[in-house]
């Protein structure tokens, strides 16, 4: 999976995780991917209603130990 870019928001509750991926989603071009690391565990719901929201793509999600990956692609 070729990621553009990859955001930290560990240690950050919601809803700054969210608000961080869409201000890197806005600066971003139709499909491109973009890595979000999480530590916050509602992050995994978060994710897929902000991307039935927004029409970005949820690619993928994973839990590695105590993190959450979400990998989103631009509308």
């Known amino acids: 999976m070729d990621i553009h870019k990859e955001i930290d928001t560990r240690g950050l509750n919601c809803p700054l995780p969210i608000l961080k991926a869409k201000k890197a989603l806005a600066e971003m071009v139709t499909g491109q991917l973009l890595k979000v690391v999480a530590t916050d565990t509602g992050s995994l719901r978060d994710f897929q209603a902000f991307a039935r929201q927004t ?21």
């Open 55 to 75: 029409g970005n793509e949820l690619v993928e999600q994973q839990t590695q130990g105590n993190e959450f990956i979400h990998v989103l692609r631009r509308r």
